[in-house]
């Protein structure tokens, strides 16, 4: 790549616009400087959102930003602005509602929009190819009809602008409320069984998305109902991920997605977020089933975050990308004489226990023909392995141990993939409750206090004189905090709480929900993405309602609300959350499996609350605990009601628990369902007992 001079990106901090900082097109970030210049020049802007770990990003960059020609033709016609979508969720969530309204419902990144000086979108799509290219636009020729367009039919071209515009507006009118159900969760199993895959999991064909609030939707109808069959389809297809190349087999955690749909070629990029889910998943997994594969994932998974994704400060980086040295996934793979050399006489038994073949069983994208590469994955199990090659399954995992060792050492000494190392508070704020609550679940002290460490950061350093902040990078930290933040966030710090019963963790979760109600909500009770107080002002303001690869903010606030609402009975929160649900109602109930994280919030307005309180001195509590967090609860709230001054925190806090004490000087369970309580309890049997 030809180093040009630098544009006005270089002053930016992230690291998707600092990539693009020396392209040859003269871009400009979004602000109203780029608007102004787009006013008073009398130009079109092209508008381009995408991210650091987009591969198709890095294609389209390579291909027409790079282009001296295309980007000096750019330059004169075009005011050109970029944008990373994970620093302003805002500004993508408006302008992907129009590309996808303008093109059948398809949306994606890179996202290339032009738009008037005034912001108002005119035509949209997303990746474009340099020159026409079977049968598909390309780049050269869609900037000259926009520059024809616009210098003979500028005055349609405004008002196309504005209809799309009134259009975009009228999308975040009131939905119209109705009573809440369990119809939708019934529902959803319904869906979700009708189009699951039997034989690799999942639930399309390809390309398959882990969707782990899929699978924990799943795992709670298990819950309530004692049907097996919905836990099955949730343990196959974690299973089958779990063997598959979207799982990194050598240095842990997952892809981002699987592009055939055996899991076994995926798009290499590895997000925060991802692994938070997938983490909330496998644990749940584990405390249903007690099957140590789930708990060996979830390890994995966790070590993987703090080796690979831990920022120095304390937070949790976002990304790592699927290319490096301009090659999709050269990083992960391996060739058959590679394993020779590094693993000697087992090289075979490596080769025939990970699927690897001569030949290479990953696939050029473009041309369709093998590359010569093995994506690392398991055809079948280690015991099946082990049964086929006549081994002791445990011999057989000793050397895969040892083999991981080898090659992992090996491929550290590989150019690594791009790391996307801005953190953001949403991505954080799952993380910090997903890692917490593997620290409570698995006993590992170690996952609870990089949680701690890391909502102490958020805490401290995304923070504005209380208003929370949206994006730190070395040292920096800005934008105006989403309801996305606010409402992971409150989410994280209540697992936290949970996890080390620290109250300043659930006080920070109390006045989060507090700001998100008072910055964010909406007349009909939904939340907007952008604050009320925010000085950037969209064409349109959007509410986020939608779960996809990352909970819907709606979703996610009103899984805090409902749930701080039972802990520190504040009717208040209950109703807030409850608004939510009762807004999206009909799309609950008419789709449900687009809004299974909401589904989760559901729960616990139409099934039975648990609340559980163990009172006694912390050191004295290990057994009661350790008892609670053995079991899949997942509709319990749980508080610890130390004595005297030790207390005076959660008192303070939850008031209820006051008369909730340890009897006799042993450490005693309170367990209340459905506003009615039973007798306390000192043995952790009878506890057991009373939460089965």
Same mark, same amino acid.
């Given at each position: 790549?030809?180093?040009?001079?630098?544009?006005?990106?270089?002053?930016?901090?992230? *690291?998707?616009?600092?990539?693009?900082?020396?392209?040859?097109?003269?871009?400009?970030?979004?602000?109203?400087?780029?608007?102004?210049?787009?006013?008073?020049?009398? !130009?079109?802007?092209?508008?381009?959102?995408?991210?650091?770990?987009?591969?198709?990003?890095?294609?389209?960059?390579?291909?027409?930003?790079?282009?001296?020609?295309?980007?000096?033709?750019?330059?004169?016609?075009?005011?050109?602005?970029?944008?990373?979508?994970?620093?302003?969720?805002?500004?993508?969530?408006?302008?992907?509602?129009?590309?996808?309204?303008?093109?059948?419902?398809?949306?994606?990144?890179?996202?290339?929009?032009?738009?008037?000086?005034? @912001?108002?979108?005119?035509?949209?799509?997303?990746?474009?190819?340099?020159?026409?290219?079977?049968?598909?636009?390309? /780049?050269?020729?869609?900037?000259?009809?926009?520059?024809?367009?616009?210098?003979?039919?500028?005055?349609?071209?405004?008002?196309?602008?504005?209809?799309?515009?009134?259009?975009?507006?009228?999308? #975040?009118?009131?939905?119209? =409320?109705?009573?809440?159900?369990?119809?939708?969760?019934?529902?959803?199993?319904?869906?979700?069984?009708?189009?699951?895959?039997?034989?690799?999991?999942?639930?399309?064909?390809?390309?398959?998305?882990?969707?782990?609030?899929?699978?924990?939707?799943?795992?709670?109808?298990?819950?309530?109902?004692?049907?097996?069959? *919905?836990?099955?389809?949730?343990?196959?297809?974690?299973?089958?991920?779990?063997?598959?190349?979207?799982?990194?087999? &050598?240095?842990? #955690?997952?892809?981002?997605?699987?592009?055939?749909?055996?899991?076994?070629?995926?798009?290499?990029?590895?997000?925060?977020?991802?692994?938070?889910?997938?983490?909330? %998943?496998?644990?749940?997994?584990?405390?249903?089933?007690?099957?140590?594969?789930?708990?060996?994932?979830?390890?994995?998974?966790?070590?993987?975050?703090?080796?690979?994704?831990?920022?120095?400060?304390?937070?949790?980086?976002?990304?790592?990308?699927?290319?490096?040295?301009?090659?999709?996934?050269?990083?992960?793979?391996?060739?058959?004489?590679?394993?020779?050399?590094?693993?000697?006489?087992?090289?075979?038994? %490596?080769? /025939?226990?990970?699927?690897?073949?001569?030949?290479?069983?990953? /696939?050029?994208?473009?041309?369709?023909?093998?590359? =010569?590469?093995?994506?690392?994955?398991?055809?079948?199990?280690?015991?099946?392995?082990? @049964?086929?090659?006549?081994?002791?399954?445990?011999?057989?995992?000793?050397?895969?141990?040892?083999?991981?060792? @080898?090659?992992?050492?090996?491929?550290?000494?590989?150019?690594?993939?791009?790391?996307?190392?801005?953190?953001?508070?949403?991505?954080? #704020?799952?993380?910090?409750?997903?890692?917490?609550?593997?620290?409570?679940?698995?006993?590992?002290?170690?996952?609870? @206090?990089?949680?701690?460490?890391? %909502?102490?950061?958020?805490?401290?350093?995304?923070?504005?004189?209380?208003?929370?902040?949206?994006?730190?990078?070395?040292?920096?930290?800005?934008?105006?905090?989403?309801?996305?933040?606010?409402?992971?966030? +409150?989410?994280?710090?209540?697992?936290?709480?949970?996890?080390?019963?620290?109250?300043?963790?659930?006080?920070?979760?109390?006045?989060?929900?507090?700001?998100?109600?008072?910055?964010?909500?909406?007349?009909?009770?939904?939340?907007?993405?952008?604050?009320?107080?925010?000085?950037?002002?969209? &064409?349109?303001?959007?509410?986020?309602?939608?779960?996809?690869?990352?909970? %819907?903010?709606?979703?996610?606030?009103?899984?805090?609300?409902?749930?701080?609402?039972?802990?520190?009975?504040?009717?208040?929160?209950?109703?807030?959350?409850?608004? &939510?649900?009762?807004?999206?109602?009909?799309?609950?109930?008419?789709?449900?499996?687009?809004?299974?994280?909401?589904?989760?919030?559901?729960?616990?307005?139409?099934?039975?609350?648990?609340?559980?309180?163990?009172?006694?001195?912390?050191?004295?509590? +290990?057994?009661?605990?350790?008892?609670?967090?053995?079991?899949?609860?997942?509709?319990?709230?749980?508080?610890?009601?130390?004595?005297?001054?030790?207390?005076?925190?959660?008192?303070?806090?939850?008031?209820?628990?006051?008369?909730?004490?340890?009897?006799?000087? !042993?450490?005693?369970?309170?367990?209340?369902?459905?506003?009615?309580?039973?007798? *306390?309890?000192?043995?952790?049997?009878?506890?057991?007992?009373?939460?089965?």
């Amino acid at each position: 790549m030809t180093e040009h001079k630098a544009n006005a990106l270089a002053n930016e901090s992230s *690291p998707y616009l600092l990539q693009h900082a020396h392209n040859p097109v003269d871009w400009m970030p979004w602000g109203d400087a780029a608007f102004e210049r787009a006013k008073s020049e009398n !130009k079109l802007v092209f508008l381009s959102i995408g991210y650091a770990t987009c591969h198709w990003c890095h294609v389209m960059e390579r291909e027409s930003f790079e282009n001296v020609k295309i980007a000096e033709y750019m330059n004169e016609h075009f005011v050109c602005v970029k944008v990373d979508r994970e620093e302003r969720p805002d500004i993508d969530a408006v302008y992907m509602a129009v590309t996808q309204a303008l093109n059948e419902g398809r949306g994606g990144w890179p996202m290339s929009l032009f738009l008037t000086p005034d @912001k108002l979108p005119i035509t949209a799509g997303t990746y474009f190819p340099p020159e026409d290219r079977y049968g598909r636009a390309g /780049f050269n020729s869609v900037l000259k009809r926009m520059v024809e367009l616009w210098s003979s039919e500028r005055e349609k071209l405004v008002q196309q602008a504005a209809e799309i515009t009134d259009w975009l507006r009228k999308q #975040g009118a009131p939905e119209g =409320g109705g009573e809440l159900s369990d119809a939708p969760l019934r529902e959803n199993y319904a869906t979700l069984k009708l189009s699951f895959d039997e034989r690799y999991g999942g639930f399309e064909k390809s390309p398959k998305f882990p969707t782990p609030h899929r699978l924990q939707a799943l795992m709670r109808w298990h819950k309530h109902t004692g049907d097996d069959e *919905p836990l099955r389809l949730a343990e196959h297809t974690l299973k089958c991920m779990t063997l598959g190349g979207i799982h990194d087999q &050598i240095g842990g #955690g997952f892809h981002r997605y699987s592009t055939d749909r055996e899991w076994l070629t995926p798009h290499f990029e590895k997000m925060l977020y991802d692994q938070a889910l997938l983490l909330e %998943a496998f644990l749940d997994a584990w405390q249903i089933t007690g099957k140590k594969q789930y708990a060996e994932t979830a390890h994995n998974i966790c070590g993987y975050v703090l080796r690979d994704l831990r920022d120095e400060a304390g937070g949790f980086h976002s990304a790592e990308d699927a290319d490096s040295e301009g090659e999709e996934g050269k990083f992960y793979v391996w060739t058959y004489d590679e394993l020779r050399t590094i693993l000697g006489a087992d090289a075979d038994l %490596a080769g /025939f226990v990970w699927g690897c073949v001569e030949a290479g069983n990953y /696939f050029d994208e473009s041309t369709h023909e093998r590359t =010569g590469a093995n994506i690392l994955h398991l055809p079948r199990t280690v015991a099946e392995s082990a @049964k086929q090659r006549s081994m002791e399954e445990d011999e057989l995992h000793r050397k895969i141990f040892e083999w991981r060792g @080898k090659l992992f050492d090996l491929r550290c000494t590989r150019v690594r993939p791009l790391l996307d190392d801005k953190v953001l508070t949403d991505w954080n #704020g799952l993380m910090i409750g997903a890692m917490a609550r593997a620290g409570a679940v698995l006993n590992d002290d170690r996952y609870i @206090k990089a949680a701690q460490e890391a %909502a102490a950061f958020m805490l401290e350093q995304m923070n504005d004189n209380g208003r929370l902040l949206h994006r730190y990078r070395k040292g920096q930290a800005g934008i105006p905090g989403y309801a996305e933040d606010y409402a992971f966030l +409150a989410n994280g710090l209540f697992q936290l709480y949970e996890a080390d019963f620290d109250t300043r963790w659930l006080a920070e979760a109390d006045r989060l929900a507090g700001e998100m109600i008072r910055l964010f909500r909406h007349e009909n009770g939904l939340l907007y993405t952008q604050g009320s107080d925010d000085p950037d002002v969209m &064409i349109a303001r959007n509410t986020n309602v939608f779960d996809g690869a990352i909970p %819907a903010a709606n979703s996610a606030g009103a899984y805090a609300l409902v749930r701080l609402g039972r802990l520190l009975q504040k009717e208040e929160y209950t109703a807030a959350g409850a608004d &939510i649900l009762k807004t999206l109602s009909q799309r609950l109930q008419q789709m449900s499996v687009a809004h299974c994280y909401a589904l989760l919030a559901l729960e616990w307005l139409v099934l039975p609350v648990r609340e559980v309180v163990i009172a006694g001195p912390r050191a004295d509590t +290990a057994t009661m605990l350790a008892e609670l967090r053995s079991r899949f609860l997942p509709r319990t709230v749980v508080a610890l009601h130390e004595p005297d001054e030790a207390g005076v925190a959660i008192r303070k806090l939850v008031p209820f628990v006051a008369e909730q004490k340890a009897t006799n000087g !042993k450490p005693t369970a309170y367990v209340c369902e459905n506003y009615t309580c039973s007798a *306390p309890v000192t043995d952790p049997s009878a506890l057991a007992s009373l939460l089965a």
